[in-house]
């Protein structure tokens, strides 16, 4: 079975900072695209930022300049380094990702549990 385990959230100031990470385990073939999205609430789940496995990266608008997404392939984790925090990121941050395993070679989307980060002084 394929897991993805989000870790890093927590409590932070505004202007502080956060890294988040997203491990994934099991019988896998091939990892694709990884991202975050987050949901606040209140609000639709809206993509943060996704890098492709040849590191293409798309951010949202709002975090462009501020958020940083990264992945290390051979540890099949994805990470979201989070600067210059403002209260508006607060929301549950969940960290996706197409994978490909042998009973599944063509592949299907993968949803962590979620990790809250709340941005509070």
């Known amino acids: 079975q394929v897991q993805l385990l989000e870790s890093g959230g927590g409590l932070v100031r505004p202007g502080g900072s956060l890294r988040l990470s997203c491990a994934a385990s099991g019988s896998i073939f091939r990892i694709d695209t990884m991202g975050w999205y987050r949901q606040a609430p209140g609000k639709e789940r809206e993509l943060v930022a996704r890098?492709?496995?040849?590191?293409?990266?798309e951010y949202a608008d709002s975090v462009k300049g501020r958020f940083t997404v990264s992945r290390d392939n051979a540890k099949n984790t994805v990470y979201l380094q989070m600067n210059s925090l403002k209260p508006e990121d607060t929301a549950v941050y969940f960290c996706?990702?197409?994978?490909?395993?042998?009973?599944?070679?063509?592949?299907?989307?993968?949803w962590g549990k979620g990790t809250l980060v709340t941005v509070s002084s």
């Open positions: 890098i492709t496995s040849s590191s293409g990266t």
């Open positions: 996706s990702a197409f994978i490909s395993t042998q009973t599944l070679y063509r592949g299907m989307n993968y």
